[in-house]
């Protein structure tokens, strides 16, 4: 009877021992998913911030694109005013020295 009691003790000791180290390897995996998780939820929460701040820069880059455009058209009227006025005076004074020298040139 000693004997019978000492294997069942045993055996006993032996199945705890084996659940134990069971149950330590689903706690130390939980707790890796769970480290897991909670890792992809900050990197998740980083890339919305950085997906915001590209946003942001996209419509400030879009803003100074519209004023870039108004600021050329701008610089391209007046171009235009400044070649239209200075063109015709150009063409009266080459007219005028034309004449100068046709009535300059033999005399005879």
């Known amino acids: 009877m000693k004997r019978i009691s000492l294997l069942a003790v045993a055996a006993l000791l ?18 890796a ?7 992809a939820t900050k990197a998740a929460t980083k ?3 950085s997906a915001k701040t590209a946003n942001k820069a996209g419509t400030a880059a879009k803003t100074d694109a519209k004023v870039a ?4 058209v701008k610089a ?4 235009s005013k400044a070649v239209a006025s200075t063109k015709p005076k150009s063409k009266r004074s080459r007219k005028s020295a034309m004449a100068k020298k046709d009535t300059t040139a033999k005399k005879g």
């Open 14 to 31: 032996v199945a705890g021992a084996q659940l134990h180290a069971q149950s330590a390897k689903q706690d130390s995996t939980k707790k």
């Open 47 to 49: 890339a919305t911030a």
């Open 33 to 39: 998913v769970t480290t897991a998780a909670k890792s």
């Open 69 to 72: 455009d108004k600021a050329a």
């Open 76 to 79: 391209d009227a007046a171009a």
